[in-house]
């Protein structure tokens, strides 16, 4: 569009992006750069800020021998590699059964999307209780069947996996709707062709619509990678991190450290760690998406 | 085997099998139903009851007449929070988008690309400076403090930009042979033909922050400010092993949002079609 | 403001009507909403009106956790009490769970916002001295006369700090052996008695472990509390005697942590976590599965409450070496920022001493009350169940209190970890307590 380089585009150019670039400043540039120095710095929130004592690269070195790091990555990747494969296939089934036309899908997509309107605090909360190792109604179920279940959240090795429930449930509506909008966008006539060929429902599936889709499920690969490093709701209510250090994560920690330990310089460090990690999984989808998914659509 | 009955039982089973999965998802919210009605003696009996033997709305009460923790309260927080973070988020994303996908200025592209970079910092790496900020701003424990960092929304602005760019010149040009300035334009042109995308947006940001906890969590100290998730986390703490209380207090805390999608829902559908999805 | 906005969102939400149904459907649904958030504006109006304070009234804020759900009842009725006796005086009561009340606690003090009034465990009350964040209340005991002496020596010193009073003893409490007498009956041992040791308490919950498969000898845990008493039974400690230091993994700490691990792994007269199935040592005894377990005074009112026909009573903790029992006191503390101390001075004696409000918290069995006088402890020992109620009292002879280090949660995060990777059998005694002791010293400073 054409406008004229005048004193009232400028100013409309000028106050149209001042809120936007106040903030951007304000509270997107200046705190991550203010979270590197103040991860040189030993502060306590109760105390007066001149009581901040500069202690270099202390925090860091802390940080990678106490092996608590190492802990939180670990549980941090036991998250995703069973959730990020669950969830893509779960909300991919659904958003298939989703794309056909029949009577009452508005019924079934609000249904499957009432978890995700549900807040993390209120699904924790009905989790926690469906997880309960004797009154649980998950454990009564499998009872049914003869199976004693474990008591979900108190264990360490099943405490994950009873996050990784809750959050497949949560989740599963809202990338099922985002895979919706994509099956839709697939030109039909490609399935008309192979129906011609003979090609069964599976066939179909596997040849044209997986394919044709490949961008969106890296990217939704991508968006769960970086959510990952970043859960805490869930784990906050459900675990608060336990059992032992089973189900500490990088966000957790950020926030036990700054308020239950007074330590604000240890909290930006994780900020920081934090940070960096998801700058290098943004870095590597930049760099090779375009070697791995098919973008011919 | 006729092809027309074997279409019917494909049919059938389909149904079949979709609605047990609408079962599946929907089976802890009947739970949570089923918990609220209980009285804290029959919480922990087995065999499990699906309905329960004195069905009562004690739970209900006590939630809602707990000393010092008003649900009503809450709830007008949470709306007033939710509605005026979405009006002040999409308002400046789509002023910001305006200008990006229509005025060309020095510099517009540098500009442009910063947002898209700071859409991969996440607030919970900012968390701890903002929070600093904003004590030092005094504005901890204020509605103001909760609300003003998302001024700058970087996925607003970019969705919204995406759809701007592809409204024709010719709208504009109309206007502007009219004599409308850029601010008219905006508000008459721009905006009305921007409804589906700022409606998706509006949607997202008010589930958004309808359901957040950790920033309120730290930002508002006052019992009288707490939004409906920190009434419902601070529950959780005190009421730990009475579950009606707890389920009650999230049926009630759900019910809002989900009234909200139901009004909403057919739009955002369209809205999400209309290409709000790019990779 | 909020007008506009509806508009513009009512706006938004009629855009491309299609289905006419639908259309009703959603108007209704809009208008609901609208009559829902005007009937919302209209209460917290009314909220708001009721709240503006008379002239000459004083409202402070007691922000506190011990009240929890079991008791919030008895503390408003001792708010209400006090507010009838000083009219002057209003008291807005914001109780929070244990769980998250020290991080609100930080986030109000740090927000400037913090509350008038509030409750410190010991354990957590020289991080806050500490930090300056308490008045002293020395000045306000001459001040207004009260004397100090009240208060018994011991719990007063749970809020003393550099020798000066910084808090009011509020209540305090013990941890005793609970025990099922039905079981020991079946069982065929007799009850437990003062002297009992160790060895007296595996024999019997071996015996009662023998009852049944969902039937329990005894329930302690494996965690910090437990760790840092039950050392102390066989001659060790978390600190060395000067306090300068850490003696995690001493010789004594590791023995007893071994058996404390193979009561659970070795004789499993003790449920395993699995085994134990999310279930608490109270649903255990009063499902009557449970021969014996370690509890504190403040378990008794949900026993009561739960237990009819559980037949339970309560004795002095076995010891090994040496015998060592609980002793916990929570304070409650003025803010220094607040310039209506001298009426928070007055509440928290009132909550804590007054004869009233000293009844109220023994008739409900909330912990124990902080005061010295005899006749009104009297009428403690007489509410029964438990029958023996001596036990209570008896327990303080041999008290051993938490350590007091500014950095006491960081400690308890740091230790408490290892030990239940002990409790799982997943780590020896000596390697947990080992790293233990590493991460301390490396975390925790003593000066």
């Not at chain 2, 008459?188 to 940001?205: C, G, I, N, R, T």
Request: contains cysteine.
């Amino acid at each position: 569009m054409y406008i004229k380089n005048n004193a009232q585009k400028k100013i409309t150019v000028f106050l149209f992006l001042l809120p936007s670039v106040a903030g951007l400043i304000v509270f997107n540039v200046v705190p991550i750069i203010s979270a590197l120095g103040l991860s040189f710095f030993r502060y306590d929130i109760l105390k007066p800020i001149e009581d901040m004592t500069y202690i270099g690269l202390s925090h860091y070195r802390t940080l990678l021998s106490s092996g608590e790091l190492r802990a939180v990555l670990t549980n941090t990747l036991y998250y995703m590699v069973m959730y990020i494969p669950i969830i893509i296939v779960v909300s991919l089934l659904l958003a298939s059964m989703l794309s056909r036309k029949f009577k009452g899908v508005t019924v079934y997509k609000v249904l499957f999307y009432l978890p995700v309107l549900t807040s993390w605090v209120a699904g924790a909360l009905i989790w926690k209780w469906i997880l309960n190792g004797e009154y649980g109604l998950l454990n009564q179920f499998l009872a049914f069947f003869g199976i004693q279940g474990p008591s979900w959240l108190t264990n360490r090795v099943w405490a994950m996996p009873g996050i990784v429930l809750a959050s497949i449930w949560k989740d599963s509506g809202h990338f099922a709707l985002i895979f919706l909008a994509a099956l839709i966008g697939v030109n039909k006539s490609y399935y008309e062709a192979a129906e011609i060929d003979g090609a069964g429902t599976w066939k179909k599936f596997s040849r044209i619509t997986l394919p044709l889709i490949s961008p969106i499920i890296f990217l939704v690969i991508i968006i769960n990678i970086i959510a990952g490093f970043q859960i805490f709701e869930s784990i906050f209510i459900m675990t608060g991190g336990g059992p032992g250090n089973a189900t500490i994560v990088i966000v957790e920690r950020i926030y036990k450290n700054a308020f239950k330990f007074y330590r604000m310089g240890y909290a930006a460090a994780y900020s920081w760690v934090l940070f960096i990690i998801i700058f290098v999984v943004t870095y590597i989808q930049f760099k090779f998406k375009k070697r791995w998914v098919n973008y011919d659509s | 085997m006729t092809l027309d009955k074997k279409k019917k039982i494909k049919k059938i089973l389909f149904y079949v099998i979709i609605s047990i999965i609408a079962l599946l998802v929907i089976v802890p919210f009947l739970w949570m139903i089923s918990t609220s009605l209980k009285g804290r003696e029959a919480l922990r009996t087995l065999p499990i009851r699906w309905i329960p033997k004195d069905i009562t709305l004690d739970a209900y009460k006590e939630v809602i007449n707990i000393p010092n923790f008003s649900f009503t309260r809450a709830v007008f927080n949470s709306f007033y929070l939710s509605i005026v973070t979405t009006f002040v988020s999409v308002m400046s994303s789509a002023m910001a988008a305006f200008i990006f996908a229509k005025i060309p200025f020095k510099g517009r592209n540098v500009l442009f690309s910063i947002f898209l970079a700071t859409m991969m910092i996440p607030g919970s790496v900012t968390m701890i400076p903002n929070y600093i900020i904003l004590k030092h701003l005094h504005l901890l424990n204020t509605f103001t403090g909760l609300i003003i960092p998302f001024i700058f929304n970087a996925f607003g602005v970019f969705l919204l930009r995406q759809h701007m760019a592809s409204i024709d010149d010719a709208y504009f040009e109309a206007a502007a042979i009219d004599g409308a300035s850029l601010v008219q334009i905006f508000f008459k042109v721009m905006l009305p033909l921007s409804k589906p995308a700022l409606a998706v947006l509006a949607f997202f940001v008010f589930a958004g922050t309808w359901n957040s906890y950790l920033w309120p969590l730290i930002v508002l100290t006052d019992r009288a400010k707490y939004t409906l998730q920190l009434v419902l986390g601070t529950m959780s703490t005190r009421f730990g092993n009475y579950e009606h209380l707890l389920m009650a207090g999230s049926i009630i805390s759900i019910i809002p949002i989900i009234l909200a999608y139901i009004i909403i829902q057919h739009f955002l559908e369209e809205g999400l079609n209309l290409g709000g999805i790019e990779g | 403001m909020v007008i506009i906005i509806l508009k513009l969102f009512f706006k938004i939400m009629n855009y491309k009507n299609i289905k006419g149904g639908y259309v009703m459907f959603k108007r209704l649904v809009s208008v609901l909403m609208v009559v829902c958030l005007l009937f919302v504006v209209v209460l917290t109006g009314c909220d708001k009106t009721a709240d503006t304070e008379e002239s000459g009234v004083v409202t402070i804020t007691y922000f506190n956790f011990s009240a929890g759900a079991d008791n919030a009842e008895v503390l408003e009725a001792m708010i209400a009490d006090f507010e009838e006796d000083n009219p002057g005086i209003k008291v807005e009561n914001v109780s929070v769970g244990y769980g998250e009340y020290f991080t609100q606690l930080a986030t109000k003090i740090a927000a400037g916002n913090a509350p008038d009034v509030f409750e410190l465990n010991m354990e957590n009350f020289l991080a806050y001295a500490i930090r300056g964040t308490i008045r002293e209340v020395d000045g306000l005991f001459e001040k207004t006369g009260i004397d100090k002496s009240v208060y018994s020596e011991a719990v007063l010193k749970a809020g003393s700090f550099n020798d000066k009073q910084y808090a009011i003893p509020l209540m305090f409490s013990t941890v005793m052996l609970v025990y099922n007498k039905d079981l020991f009956d079946q069982a065929g041992i007799a009850y437990p008695t003062e002297d009992w040791t160790w060895e007296d308490e595996m024999q019997a919950a071996k015996k009662i472990r023998a009852l049944g498969d969902d039937t329990w000898g005894v329930l302690q845990g494996i965690q910090f509390w437990e760790f840092y008493k039950t050392i102390q039974k066989n001659g060790g400690n978390l600190l060395s005697e000067d306090g300068k230091q850490f003696t995690m993994n001493s010789p004594e700490n590791i023995e007893t942590l071994t058996y404390m691990r193979d009561r659970i792994w070795k004789y499993n007269i003790e449920p395993t976590e699995e085994q134990r199935a999310d279930r608490g040592s109270n649903d255990l005894m009063v499902e009557g599965k449970l021969g014996m377990f370690y509890g504190g005074v403040w378990s008794f009112a949900d026993l009561v409450k739960r237990g009819e026909g559980v037949n339970w009573d309560i004795e002095v903790e076995p010891g090994n070496t040496a015998k060592a029992s609980h002793f916990f006191a929570n304070v409650g503390c003025i803010s220094t920022t607040t310039d209506k101390y001298e009426a928070a001075f007055k509440f928290l004696n009132y909550i804590a001493s007054n004869p009233k409000a000293v009844r109220r918290r023994i008739e409900a069995q909330w912990e124990l009350p902080t005061i010295n006088d005899p006749e009104l402890l009297k009428t403690y020992l007489e509410i029964k169940p438990p029958e023996n109620k001596e036990a209570v009292f008896k327990s303080l002879d041999y008290a051993v209190k938490p350590p007091a280090l500014e950095q006491f949660a960081e400690l308890v995060e740091i230790v408490n970890p290892k030990l239940e990777m002990v409790r799982d059998n997943l780590m020896t005694p000596k390697e947990a307590l080992d790293a233990a002791q590493k991460e301390a010293e490396a975390m925790i400073r003593l000066d």
